[in-house]
DNA sequence: CGAATGACCGATAATCAGGT
DNA sequence: ACCTGATTATCGGTCATTCG
């Protein structure tokens, strides 16, 4: 039997009601009062006949889509993660999402933004790397609601708000962590200074070495995509003559602090005796390589759900965030309409004692 | 021949009606 | 008056038919 053209209206025959009736059963069972007769007759009538629920249908009446587009950069790592939980976070409120990416493209953004409009998505998910601001506020004036999230410095007024990790804080607690595990030099390295993730980790490091006042023991790489990480570390130890370790090492994500890890390994360094690494993002192998990665969690749900609940009710701003013990920094602050999440440093062998 | 009209897709919300 | 279920208008676009 061919399902797809099963409708209410053949339900409603086979069990002798109306389409109406049908419609109630189905889908506002507990709101509108009905004899349990009819809905046995129903869902039975249902069952038999293998009803699907048309959803186009549904949406062409109720005026909503229940679908949410979900624009990304790309697709690697972090993105591919977030994508995973906001789909499910989606779900749990009745709503489909559908994820794209623009691949830094603004052409490639251009049509993906018009097709989730023409199919008048109830609302956007942005990351703030997929959009440019004017494409941005054209959405925003066009009464789609828009949640941009790690969208760092734009402009207040551009979305409902934003959901941004904290990244910048992260790297001052990272300076803290290399320095407390007696660093005598701490350097960052990252692949743009362009680019506003990097910016936001450089300048969190940055940061924590004037807090700390170690200016002068720390320095900033750029670091091309084909670059030899083994240059770097020989430059890195001709400037300590050899005998100023442990040299501490903020990357710009796992995958870089790997390579530089697993370079000065096969140089016959000791991790971390003589270098100290660490990450962010806190991806799934950091947990299990020898050593361990430390890094920066990013907490997924809760950007996830935070970014979900205010796009679904726009006027509710995130409540306040409670600590759920006193050793427990706050979850997430609120700074007028952008919600700053706090992302916990995970320590492990590669910065260890 | 192009323009205007109306039926239609499937589900739903609002309204209506029949039976107790 | 209260339940329960039926009727109807409607959403936004497409396509076939009719009209001038």
């Known amino acids: 039997m061919k399902n797809r053209n099963i409708t209410i209206i053949d339900v409603a025959r086979e069990a002798q009601v109306s389409t109406a009736t049908v419609s109630n059963v189905l889908n506002r069972k507990s709101n509108i009062p009905m004899a349990e007769e009819t809905i046995r007759k129903v869902e039975e009538a249902a069952k038999n006949l293998g009803y699907r629920r048309n959803v186009l249908a549904a949406s062409l009446s109720k005026k909503h889509s229940y679908e949410l587009g979900l624009l990304l950069p790309g697709f690697a790592g972090y993105f591919g993660s977030f994508a995973e939980v906001m789909e499910s976070a989606a779900h749990d409120r009745g709503y489909r999402l559908a994820v794209y990416s623009t691949e830094s493209d603004p052409m490639i953004e251009k049509r993906h933004l018009e097709s989730l409009l023409e199919r008048r998505v109830d609302g956007l998910l942005c990351h703030g790397l997929a959009m440019s601001h004017d494409s941005t506020r054209a959405i925003v ?4 609601p828009l949640v941009l999230f790690n969208a760092w410095d734009w402009p207040e007024d551009i ?21 407390e595990q007696g660093c005598e030099w701490v350097g960052y390295i990252g692949p743009s200074p362009t680019n506003a993730t990097d910016i ?4 969190g490091f940055i940061e924590g070495t004037r807090l700390l006042r170690i200016e002068e023991q720390s320095g900033c790489f750029v670091i091309p995509a084909e670059f030899d990480y083994g240059t770097l570390i020989d430059q890195l130890v001709a400037l300590h003559n050899g005998d100023r ?3 501490g090492i903020l990357a710009f994500d796992d995958a870089m602090a790997y390579r530089f890890l697993m370079k000065a390994m096969e140089k016959g360094y000791r991790i ?5 690494v660490m990450g962010i993002n806190n991806s799934y192998y950091a947990k299990f390589s020898y050593p361990g990665l ?3 969690d990013i907490p997924y749900d809760l950007q996830a759900n935070l970014a979900l609940d205010w796009l679904l009710s726009p006027s509710a ?3 306040p965030s409670k600590p759920s013990s006193p050793d427990i920094k706050e979850p997430y602050s609120i700074v007028g309409t952008t919600v700053n999440i706090y992302a ?3 320590i492990r062998g590669s910065t260890g004692a």
């Open 141 to 144: 004036s066009d009464g789609t």
């Open 159 to 179: 979305a409902i708000g934003a959901v941004n990790v904290d990244f910048r804080q992260a790297c001052i607690y990272g300076v803290r962590h290399l320095r």
């Open 200 to 203: 936001q980790r450089r300048g």
């Open 245 to 247: 370790y442990p040299i």
């Open 272 to 276: 971390p005796g003589q270098f100290k």
């Open 294 to 296: 430390t890094s920066v």
């Open 317 to 319: 701003p995130p409540p």
């Open 344 to 346: 916990p440093l995970i």
